[in-house]
């Protein structure tokens, strides 16, 4: 079992950036991939990137490559997306996911562990 809670979201002007948190509960952490994944206001939520258990391999999807960086911490399990040269449209709540193993998924419905959210607004 996971628990995982966000927090380092909010307003923020374009271009601007944030560093988004995401602790994690238990022994767990340092064997789970770790994601990110967003959803805006009346869309499907997406992912948005993952890192393996190590930390040694990151993937992103392509709207925020050369943007956003993710990163852990296994030693204070503690995820963190670095999030530079916003835009309007990265409008979204931010959730961090866990799974057990070291594939990487950008399926949602291949995380069983789920953070309750942390909302990032950019405005124009």
């Known amino acids: 079992q996971v628990q995982l809670v966000e927090s380092g979201g909010g307003l923020v002007q374009a271009g601007g950036s944030l560093r988004l948190s995401c602790v994690a509960s238990?022994?767990?952490?340092?064997?789970?991939?770790m994601g990110w994944f967003r959803q805006a206001p009346g869309a499907e939520r997406e992912f948005v990137a993952a890192?393996?258990?190590?930390?040694?391999?990151?993937t992103y999807a392509d709207s925020v490559k050369g943007r956003f960086a993710i990163s852990r911490d296994n030693t204070k399990n503690t995820l963190y997306l670095q999030m530079n040269s916003l835009k309007p449209e990265d409008t979204a709540v931010y959730y961090c996911?866990?799974?057990?193993?070291?594939?990487?998924?950008?399926?949602?419905?291949?995380?069983?562990?789920w953070g309750q959210g942390t909302q990032v607004t950019v405005s124009s």
């Open positions: 890192i393996t258990s190590s930390g040694g391999s990151t």
């Open positions: 996911a866990a799974r057990y193993g070291n594939i990487f998924s950008s399926l949602e419905k291949n995380y069983p562990y």
């Open positions: 238990g022994r767990a952490f340092s064997n789970c991939i």
